[in-house]
């Protein structure tokens, strides 16, 4: 068996660890990582850009997902056709929603003609 004791240590803000020999007092190797605080903050979950915000904007999105494939289900055995979800329109690192003229818009356009 080894005469070396490993310890390690995972915190919030530093990882680390230490070897020593069991006959000796003094650490024979020792180091620690110190992690940047912007990397260590994980909140609050409603501030943007924050770790927690994006884990529950994931979250979201994989329930959401659930629930329309659920729902989906429904429809198929209740004999009726799925309903046509929302597409969305990929431009670059944005998504948009396509452009449809608003009610307001098609009940006025041909007033005063």
């Given amino acids: 068996m ?3 004791i490993w310890s390690f240590d995972l915190g919030k803000a530093s990882i680390g660890f230490a070897v ?3 006959n000796k007092p003094h650490f024979d190797e020792k180091h620690s990582l110190i992690i940047p605080a912007d990397l260590a903050k994980r909140g609050p979950s409603t501030e943007t850009d924050t770790p927690a915000a994006r884990y529950r904007a994931w979250m979201t999105r994989k329930h959401r997902r659930m629930r ?3 729902l989906d289900e ?23 929603l396509p452009q449809q003229e608003s009610k307001y818009h098609k009940e006025t356009k041909n007033v005063g003609q």
Wanted: overall charge positive; some cysteine.
């Fill in 2 to 4: 080894s005469d070396k």
């Fill in 68 to 70: 329309e494939a659920w």
């Fill in 20 to 22: 020593r020999s069991k």
């Fill in 74 to 96: 429904l429809w198929i055995k209740a004999g009726q056709v799925v309903p046509q979800k929302k597409q969305m329109l990929n431009i670059g690192a944005y998504c948009l």
